[in-house]
């Protein structure tokens, strides 16, 4: 399995952070963590919380109360308030200052609620809120927000208004299963059948509840501060975002989804639901307005929270749950279960990487050392917890000076030229022939690996299965900011499979992609693997900036190379998740000069035909039967013959009747091209606007020596149609002009014409709004008006689209003439790859500024 990740390992050869302390609990997986100025807090699964000092790492305190594990801590610094939570399904309020318990706070229906995972603290609202097993988000408001230098509470002061005050003659409620009875003494629970035991105590025999310290008071949340069935998992985590613009709370939880609440009102409400689509979401850390979520199976999921898209995910290691997530200095800190914690600078590449316990990590805070500087805190199943220090000064970053938030990076550094060059080189080093079976596997891990970049980029990516001996399509859709009117929907077409590289010709490697002189060399660098990243990073690069203002839908299929025979019924099938389109845009070919930009608006279609004259004998001497008989041979060159002229003019009947005349427009144009390319205009239309007819090979049966008379021989043929010629129509002429010809032979041979393969012909509009924003976008990049060319060759799926989706087609080229694709030595431009790409961020730009409508009829092609 070749890997996925577009993140680069940076760390190669770097010392991982320097470990500052070890601190082992007492055979106890560290479930939680927090941290104040003075202490480390551990939660455990013994029940306990651990308290530990910053300067001597040395144990200061052991906070019992719990009887369950502590699944959840949370540091309000403005109160010096702990909360933690867990398994006996009661929050616990802790003074950080004197280490001693505040207050019990039960959720609504109490043990009913469930294993308590999570808790989050908003400074401003003055509240608790909890993320619950039963699926229910539940909060708590306490009455007023002292300074952060207060030390403690009192209990007028904590009892929010409308709640009465707590009884005090009861230092303890009775638990229900801690303090039941045997069901046939028919007795309510109380705080005296100690049916448990405490934390801390061998036996519930062992010795009296006299040395816990009693909390003040016992609060319940009430009915009206509960949403039931917030999700439909567990409520696995959750993160306050308080940033002076509203309070916003997001939670995530095992069925997949993060959710986003508003939370001025008396009760959160959803205002957006993200479908990570990774399984459970198990961790979430957020920095301004960017959220990024922990999910099984190792991926993190980046999400924008202002424009409400997935902009990114990282795949830090497949099949490896992340159970913790930190941030420090616009770096994000990865924790998971096979114990390693990787560092992912703001490009997502992976520039730290580490085994820092034995077992699951999973817990981390951030917190400042006490010596100055900062430290990464990890806790693990191995029972350890770990002091790791951070620098800000990180040597390993991308090639940036500047902090940059995780989630946002600027189209204009060079960490996106990097992404795209690095992207470039896993893609080409995937050999997806698909005119080989050989090759067949490579075909689908080029499939997959494509979807899983463009997941990485922040698309919504998917496989489309073409069947069982077909290599799959890739969907990737890169949602645009959200808006009252649909937005612009642009679908761009292209494919990753490349014809064969047979090593002879070639200066390097065909699969490794190999720099020299400005030129990026390897097998599909420009058809079509390096336009199909170029595209995708500049979609991502404007998703990270919140300025993606279309719906850009990849459609990659991995046919193209052996004629597409998949493709369209694929699409029908799939039409629906593809959506509706009001544009289609492809870059797959090259300009006609290595130094003038092109934009391509014609494509001639072709028709490929087999052809087979056989007789019912054997091969035969030609020393014996020659002179005998009539030859397969002789009837097939004399057919093919009769196809062309001595001028070359193509004799099937009628085949000119419908081909365009040129226009004046046309004739200036060619005039134009002529002096750029130094050819005369007459050859330019021969090669683009004139139909023609090619022999391509004759086969013959036998053991091919010169003695042989064949009994059967094949020829292929195809001809190059243009418009506005007929594809069905061309292609009954051609049959019937064969068999009619063949028959006034009158030979005993027989005749098979079978035509393989078809294409129609396409022809841009040049009116159309967005083909005048995309020129606009290459003439600002290059400072050039780009040539209006047309191309020899035919791309069949291009013609289809447009028919299937109704719309028009923009194809702009990025490679140059001598960019040799299909050939030895295939290459692009790095300057050509990286304008193209800002080309193509400069035209989303300008659509999505604009009013594109689609509404101009469709060029017209033949049925």
């Known amino acids: 399995m070749r ?148 030390s403690s509470a009192s209990l007028q002061d904590a009892v929010p208004s409308g709640y009465a005050t707590p009884n005090l003659s009861a230092p303890r409620k009775a638990h229900k299963f801690f303090d039941s009875y045997p ?249 997806s022939v698909s005119s080989q079976p050989a090759h067949k596997e490579d075909c689908r891990q080029a499939a997959i690996w494509l979807k899983k970049c463009f997941s990485q980029l922040g698309a919504q990516a998917a496989l489309l299965p073409t069947g069982e001996n077909g290599n799959p399509i890739v969907l990737g859709t890169f949602e645009g900011r959200k808006s009252d009117q649909p937005l612009p929907r642009i679908l761009v077409y292209g494919h990753y499979d490349v014809i064969p590289a047979p090593p002879e010709g070639w200066g390097s490697d065909p699969f490794t992609l190999t720099g020299k002189n400005g030129y990026l060399y390897g097998r599909g660098v420009t058809d079509d693997k390096g336009p199909i990243l170029a595209i995708a990073c500049a979609a991502a690069d404007l998703l990270a900036r919140r300025a993606l203002g279309v719906d850009l839908v990849f459609l990659i299929e991995g046919e193209e190379e052996i004629g597409s025979p998949r493709f369209a019924e694929t699409v029908r099938r799939h039409k629906d998740a ?40 054997p091969d035969l001497h030609s020393g014996v039967e020659g002179g005998a008989l009539a030859e397969p041979m002789a009837d097939m060159v004399k057919l093919l013959a009769t196809l062309t002229s001595g001028q070359g003019r193509i004799q099937i009947p009628h085949f000119y009747d419908h081909v365009r005349p040129q226009t004046e427009e046309e004739e200036e144009l060619y005039k134009l091209l002529s002096e750029v390319t130094q050819k005369p205009a007459s050859l330019l239309r021969s090669r683009w606007r004139e139909p023609s007819l090619t022999m391509h090979n004759i086969e013959i049966s036998g053991p091919k020596n010169s003695t042989i008379i064949p009994s059967t021989v094949k020829a292929q043929i195809s001809l190059r149609i243009v418009p506005d010629q007929g594809l069905d129509i061309i292609v009954q002429s051609l049959v019937d002009y064969m068999k009619s010809t063949f028959d006034g032979f009158r030979t005993p041979n027989m005749l098979q014409a079978e035509v393989v393969h078809t294409a129609d012909w396409w022809l841009g509009e040049l009116d159309d709004p967005y083909f005048k924003a995309l020129e606009s976008a290459v003439k600002e990049e290059w400072g050039m008006e780009p040539l209006r060319i047309r191309e020899g060759g035919s791309i069949p799926s291009v013609p289809w689209l447009e028919k299937e989706f109704k719309c028009h087609t923009l194809h702009f080229p990025m490679g140059q003439s001598s960019d040799q694709a299909h050939l030895p030595n295939e290459r692009i431009s790095l300057v050509n790859l990286q304008k193209g790409k800002a080309v193509v961020e400069k035209f989303l730009l300008a659509v999505a500024a604009g009013d594109f409508v689609s509404s101009a009829p469709i060029p017209t092609t033949s049925s």
């Open 3 to 150: 890997p996925a990740s577009l993140g680069r390992n940076l760390h190669d050869g770097q010392d991982p952070p320097r470990l500052l302390h070890s601190l082992q609990e007492s055979k106890s997986s560290v479930l939680s963590l927090a941290a104040t100025d003075d202490c480390i807090f551990s939660g455990s699964q013994n029940r306990d919380i651990l308290v530990w000092d910053k300067k001597t790492f040395t144990l200061k305190a052991t906070l019992r109360g719990h009887t369950g594990s502590v699944l959840a801590l949370e540091y309000a610094k403005d109160r010096n308030w702990l909360f933690s939570s867990g398994g006996d399904s009661t929050i616990r309020v802790w003074c950080t200052k004197t280490l001693s318990p505040l207050y019990v706070i039960d959720p609504y229906l109490e043990h009913s609620s469930g294993d308590l995972f999570s808790l989050a603290w908003s400074p401003t609202l003055q509240t608790i809120f909890v993320g619950c097993k039963n699926t229910s988000l539940q909060w708590f408001h306490f009455s007023r927000s002292p300074s952060p230098s207060e």
């Open 183 to 431: 069901q046939y003494l028919r007795k309510p629970a109380d705080k005296n059948a100690r049916n448990g035991y405490l934390p801390g105590r061998e036996s519930p025999e062992s010795d009296s509840y006299s040395d816990i310290p009693i909390p003040q008071a016992y609060f319940n949340i009430p009915a009206s501060n509960v949403v039931d069935s917030a999700h439909w998992g567990y409520i696995y985590c959750m993160n306050v975002i308080d940033d002076g613009n509203g309070v916003r709370l997001a939670t995530g939880s095992g069925d997949e989804s993060v959710k986003l609440w508003d939370c001025s009102g008396h009760a959160p409400t959803l205002i957006h639901e993200f479908n990570c689509g990774h399984g459970a979401i198990l961790a979430l850390v957020a920095r301004g307005d960017t959220l990024a979520a922990g999910c099984q199976g190792g991926y993190v999921k980046i999400l924008d929270l202002e424009t409400r898209t997935s902009v990114r995910t990282i795949i830090v290691q497949e099949g490896v749950d992340i159970l913790s997530l930190s941030v420090f200095d616009g770096d994000l800190y990865t924790c998971s279960e096979g114990g390693c914690v990787k560092r992912w600078s703001s490009s997502f590449d992976c520039t730290a990487a580490w085994k820092a316990h034995d077992g699951i990590v999973l817990s981390s805070t951030i917190t400042e050392c006490s010596g100055g500087g900062s430290c990464l805190v990890t806790g693990g199943g191995d029972s350890n917890i770990k002091v790791w220090e951070l620098s800000t000064s990180n040597t390993t970053k991308a090639t940036t000076a500047k902090p940059v938030d995780f989630g946002h990076t600027p189209g204009t550094d060079s960490i996106s030229a990097e992404t795209l060059l690095y992207a470039l080189y896993k893609f080409i080093a995937i050999p």
């Open 578 to 617: 593809i959506g509706h389109v009001d544009e289609i845009l492809v870059s797959n070919s090259t300009w006609i000069a290595e130094d003038r930009a092109c934009l391509t608006y014609g494509l001639r279609g072709v028709v490929h035909c087999n052809l087979v004259i056989s007789n019912a004998m």
